[in-house]
C-alpha cells in the first residue's frame, strides 16, 4: 500500500488552486414542476420583483437558512438591478 504525501492543513492541492483563480460558475438544474405549481411560484416572483428563477433560488437559500443547513462557504445572493443612491 502507498501512502499519500502529507500535506499542510488549509492546502488541498491543485484543485483548490484552480478553483481559487476563476469565479465559481453557478449550476444549472433542470426542474420539472406541476404547471400549476410553476405559475403559482411565477405570480409570486412577479410579485416580490423576482425572476422564476431568482424566486426559487431565495426560497430555496431562505429554507436551507432556517434547516440550519446552509453552507458556510455559500455565497451571499447577488444583488441585481439599481444601486443605491449616495448621499447628494
Avoid: F
Avoid at 12 to 37: M, T
Amino acid at each position: 500500500m502507498t501512502e499519500q504525501p502529507q500535506r499542510p492543513p488549509g492546502e488541498e492541492g491543485p484543485e483548490r488552486e484552480r478553483r481559487q483563480r476563476r469565479p465559481r460558475e453557478r449550476k444549472q438544474v433542470l426542474l420539472r414542476l406541476d404547471p400549476a405549481v410553476h405559475d403559482a411560484l411565477a405570480r409570486w416572483a412577479a410579485d416580490e420583483l423576482r425572476s422564476t428563477n431568482a424566486q426559487i433560488d431565495y426560497l430555496l437559500r431562505r429554507a436551507l437558512t432556517e434547516a440550519g443547513r446552509m453552507p458556510g462557504d455559500a455565497r451571499p445572493h447577488p444583488r441585481r438591478g439599481r444601486p443605491p443612491r449616495t448621499g447628494d
